[in-house]
């Protein structure tokens, strides 16, 4: 027979048995699952795989019960171990894909306890049509076309799909010729479920349009499953290179995304988001993904997406960042005091020195740090604050800027404009913006002015990326 003899040859060639594997294969009762049964069965004669069979009883037909009895008895007759399992029924909405997951957690459960290595199942040349079909009626990702895998990995070994190169009708003639006795479900028929319409309604046109509609079919899943491995591996290499962690988050040079031709954005975005998602726990969506790849397309130096779960997705002039959005907490001003250093956070300290009395605690030696000289008339009192809106610096005799105006003018991102630090007397005149610039205030060396640096020093990694410093001495 030519199917038994090309399904043992095809099966040795893939090596989906030797004498050592344990077979567990999944046995609803109807032609499918009966024919692949009785293939395994020829085959276990000349290759001696240990063989098992699981039923699940999904008690949502009246036929289900006399299904359970005859593959008792069928697998009794054969010598098989039979595992049949009955589901609990839920509520009426979503049966489909609850069947589903409860068929695969049981699978998997029975691998684990009985020692079995390789699950089987009856998916066929038709099924896989279907499947694809109604992936690319529904939409998704390239992966998704590739409709079914023959081989991956699955519970305590592999899942295994032998039947995918055969035709629905060489299963009917296959169970013909060996008198098989098999159960046909008639919800298959129904025509409100949209696989049914498929599989009665369209698949029969399209082999009437090509005889080889089948093989082609199974031509261009494994053409899609290749190019998605292929790119998987160059994106996942790619966000390894790229991907540079941050105190809170991540950051990927603008350059290198905007180097990308457009669909390699888009796969890379992909890959990225799959990697973090064990970190973050936020399911970037395709629309998600396409807007991005949409709105790189912007004019705008700074934007920002949010990606749900409290994360953002920001680009800012030179770097993407991906951080989590953090609580706002209100700073109180502290009075800056001459030789009375004070610690801002953990990782930031600032003091105003007299010119001969300058320390540095030796902890703090190896921090980065941003100084200038700052003269000051006696009795100027100065204290460190966040900038405020309106908030103006005069960087040069005449000329007098929004601190907002100079951060965009400068191309400071977002995130560091928001770890500085303002300068100001009681007046709110700004003598620096910490750690960026300093104010045309701070350099009058008039005679009757006090001489005294002011020293800020910071932890980079703990602020999360080295801002464009300018440095005064």
Do not use: C
Not at 13 to 20: A, C, D, R
Not at 137 to 154: D, T
Not at 164 to 187: G, M, P
């Amino acid at each position: 027979m030519i199917v038994k003899e090309r399904f043992s040859r095809v099966g040795q060639q893939k090596k989906f048995w030797s004498e050592t594997t344990k077979i567990l294969v999944a046995v609803s009762g109807g032609v499918d699952s009966m024919v692949l049964l009785d293939l395994l069965l020829a085959a276990q004669q000349k290759n001696f795989f240990a063989l098992g069979v699981v039923h699940i009883n999904h008690q949502l037909r009246v036929e289900s019960a006399e299904e359970e009895h005859y593959l008792q008895t069928y697998t009794a007759a054969k010598n098989l171990p039979f595992y049949s399992i009955t589901w609990e029924r839920p509520a009426e909405t979503g049966i489909e894909t609850a069947a589903r997951q409860f068929r695969y957690q049981t699978f998997s459960r029975i691998m684990h306890e009985e020692g079995y290595d390789t699950l089987m199942t009856a998916h066929h040349g038709d099924d896989q049509i279907e499947t694809i079909l109604m992936k690319i009626l529904r939409g998704g990702q390239l992966s998704s076309f590739a409709g079914i895998k023959e081989i991956q990995p699955f519970a305590t070994g592999r899942l295994i799909r032998p039947l995918l190169s055969y035709s629905k009708e060489q299963l009917y003639e296959y169970a013909k010729e060996r008198q098989l006795i098999y159960f046909e479900d008639v919800t298959n028929q129904k025509l409100d479920v949209q696989r049914n319409r498929l599989r009665h309604l369209v698949i029969p046109r399209l082999k009437e349009e090509n005889s080889q509609t089948l093989s082609h079919f199974q031509r261009f899943s494994k053409q899609i499953q290749w190019a998605d491995e292929l790119i998987q591996k160059q994106m996942n290499e790619k966000v390894t290179e790229l991907l540079q962690p941050l105190a809170n988050g991540w950051q990927i040079s603008v350059a290198k995304i905007s180097e990308m031709a457009e669909g390699e954005r888009y796969f890379f975005l992909h890959a990225l988001f799959e990697q973090l998602f064990n970190e973050t726990t936020v399911a970037v969506k395709e629309q998600q993904i396409l807007f991005l790849v949409n709105q790189w397309k912007s004019d705008k130096s700074q934007w920002q997406f949010d990606l749900g779960k409290g994360w953002l997705f920001k680009k800012e002039y030179t770097n993407v960042r991906i951080e989590q959005l953090q609580p706002v907490q209100s700073f109180v001003p502290r009075m800056l005091l001459p030789n009375q250093p004070i610690y801002l956070s953990d990782s930031q300290w600032i003091g105003l020195f007299s010119s001969d009395k300058l320390a540095v605690p030796e902890n703090l030696a190896d921090w980065s740090e941003f100084r200038h000289d700052l003269w000051l008339e006696d009795g100027t009192k100065l204290q460190v604050d966040q900038r405020h809106p309106g908030d103006r610096i005069r960087l040069t005799e005449t000329l007098t800027k929004k601190v907002s105006r100079y951060f965009i003018d400068k191309k400071i991102p977002d995130s560091h404009r928001e770890q500085a630090w303002l300068i100001t007397d009681e007046q709110r005149n700004v003598y620096s913006v910490v750690p960026f610039t300093f104010s045309y205030l701070s350099i009058d060396k008039e005679t009757d002015k006090i001489h005294y640096i002011l020293l800020y020093k910071y932890q980079k990694k703990q602020l999360e990326g080295e801002p464009n410093v300018r440095k005064g001495y």
